[in-house]
């Protein structure tokens, strides 16, 4: 049983899975496809330069593996403080 000690500590852990995985989401997004372009345009990918692939896919690739980790994580965190659903 869920007691409000469990659920609070599954909130915070919530909080605390989001900001890291939105940290990563920004770095992909932000840094690979805009700030580090130059610096990946050096190595290809397919015939395309990594900073143009990054921008175009490999943003979205992240972005997806990004959600399948966070169904993942949450389905151990809802175990782990006894706020899963049967």
Not at 13 to 28: K, S
């Amino acid at each position: 049983m869920a007691t409000p000690e469990n659920r609070q500590a599954h909130w915070r852990a919530n909080l605390r899975l989001i900001v890291c995985l939105m940290c990563v989401w920004a770095f992909v997004s932000f840094g690979c496809s805009i700030f580090f372009v130059d610096e990946l345009d050096q190595f290809k990918i397919g015939g395309f330069k990594l900073g143009f692939w990054m921008a175009q896919q490999g943003s979205i690739y992240v972005f997806v593996l990004l959600i399948g980790f966070y169904a993942w994580r949450m389905n151990y965190l809802d175990r782990k403080y006894h706020v899963h659903e049967d």
